[in-house]
């Protein structure tokens, strides 16, 4: 009878490690500390980065920052290389990670996301006179800059274009401006925050898809509470006017939607 009570005891103590948090755990003590520690990576402008006194700054950061005051505490971001961010979670060194993390079937399996706060939509950018790209269909036989491992470069490819290879959206769209390119497909973020720094390039957007990319604040699986605290947090800032303001701010527009 010994042997069966000792089997059963740490059969239970082997349960009770694999159980998910309690519900409100991870909640409470957030609140408890007065912290809501965040993972981010620093590097990622315009998401998250130093400026050049060196202070962290970003659109992230800056929602990081009205997320936690909506929750009645301090941010305090812990800065990790973007191949460990996500994991940092398991490891409990934070409690969220606000890094332009992209809402995947594969990251919901393992984590939780709040409410979409970002979309990116691919887009079809041209010189602002050319007229005669108007669709992703009138890119056959014209050259697209691409960098040519992406999913922009593989769309690029499908309707018809002839790639020049590239590293990456800054020489994508300098080979448009330049005419040694006559478009590129690419992520509306990087386009918006392009045009807010130099608002007068001569390129525009022909086209987008329809269907958008969402990022969202991820956690540790298991805590509802938590998850419901940032959705409320974020439709706050949102209706407050902070969100617009901190969009506005980094992409001269609402990047929600």
Do not use: C
């Not at 694999?18 to 590097?43: D, F, H, M, S, Y």
């Not at 108007?134 to 490819?157: H, R």
């Not at 990456?168 to 392009?194: K, M």
């Amino acid at each position: 009878m010994n042997w069966v009570k000792v089997i059963i005891g740490a059969a239970l103590l082997q349960a009770a490690v694999v159980l998910p948090v309690q519900a409100g755990e991870n909640l409470n003590a957030i609140k408890a500390a007065g912290v809501l520690k965040i993972g981010t990576e620093g590097t990622y402008a315009p998401f998250t980065y130093h400026d050049q006194s060196g202070k962290l700054v970003g659109f992230d950061v800056e929602i990081g920052e009205a997320v936690a005051a909506k929750l009645g505490v301090k941010p305090e971001f812990l800065e990790g290389k973007w191949d460990g961010l996500i994991a940092g979670l398991d490891a409990n060194r934070y409690d969220a990670v606000i890094n332009q993390v992209g809402i995947t079937e594969a990251r919901k399996q393992k984590y939780d996301f709040s409410e979409p706060y970002i979309a990116s939509k691919a887009v079809l950018v041209v010189r602002a006179d050319d007229e005669s790209i108007k669709t992703f269909a009138d890119l056959k036989g014209k050259k697209s800059a691409q960098s040519l491992t992406s999913n922009f470069g593989k769309l690029a490819e499908a309707s018809g274009a002839e790639l020049v290879g590239t590293d990456g959206f800054d020489q994508s769209i300098q080979l448009v401006l330049t005419g040694r390119a006559d478009a590129t497909i690419n992520d509306s973020l990087s386009f918006f925050d392009f045009k807010k720094h130099k608002p007068d390039a001569p390129v525009k957007i022909a086209a987008e898809q329809a269907n958008a990319d969402y990022s969202g604040i991820i956690v540790r699986k298991g805590d509802a509470d938590l998850v419901a605290e940032i959705n409320k947090a974020l439709e706050a800032i949102k209706a407050d006017g902070t969100y617009q303001k901190i969009s506005d701010k980094y992409f001269g527009q609402d990047v929600s939607k």
